[in-house]
């Protein structure tokens, strides 16, 4: 996952909205977000080379995703995946997540980690000591961290807060993520590539693979919709739409 935007407490009637893109290799195999069949409360996509998700709800009222952390010199052995995973099926608060993580942070992969346990929205990466709970408002977290900032992180924000403003819907915002505008100035193809929101590398086999808005209403309810793309080049509808599931638990 390269790109999260998240409002938070921002709308009475859907107190955490997510608006994200997937971005991967395509040839790297996982599963379409459904409910796991070894962990039924678990609603999310899954990463078949390793067991884990990039993005997951579960049934008792959990949210947890990852990015991928660019340029950073240390990095484990276990994937950054397992994190969205191991939060799901926990029953700890987030705050007591993110302090026993604190302990085991270099074991992982690099990694931005969001979780959501019902009640408040926390932050940790493998880059920088410490965690914290995010305040209300909009925030974006692409392959840095989330104190930092860059062009496409700043639009994304920026983007993102003007369509909540106006109670959007699921299919403005799935509009929103697939915008392959470049953000700023580039040396080179591949990094003017991976500024846009929606990305598409072909010489290298890489980009946007999914995109995915989650709800969470007051009521405690989810709604969860996942839009996939056709990654197959040889086909002509190469980056179409394949898929668009809805989910609601």
Known sequence: MCLILLSWQQQPDRPLIIAANRDEFYSRPSLAADIWPDHPQILAGRDLEHGGSWLGISRNGRFAAVTNLREVEHSGEHSRGDLVKDFLLSEKSTADYLEQLEAKKSIYRPFNFIGFDGHRLGYSNNSETGWQLLPPGCHAIGNIPLNSTNEKTAK??????????????????????????????????????????????????????????????????????????????????????????????
Not at 157 to 185: E, F, I, R, W, Y
Not at 209 to 233: C, I, K, L, M, P
């Open 156 to 249: 994304g924000k920026s983007d993102m807060d003007a369509a909540v403003s106006t109670k959007t819907d699921h299919l403005t915002l799935l509009a929103m993520l697939q915008d392959k505008s470049p953000n700023g100035q580039h040396q080179d193809a591949f990094h003017h590539a991976l500024s846009c929101r929606f990305v598409s590398v072909a010489d290298f086999n890489y980009g946007t693979r999914s995109s995915s808005v989650v709800s969470r209403h007051r009521n405690g309810h989810w709604d969860f919709w996942e839009q996939r793309y056709n990654t197959n080049s040889a086909d002509p509808n190469f980056l179409q739409v394949s898929a668009l599931n809805h989910f609601q638990i």
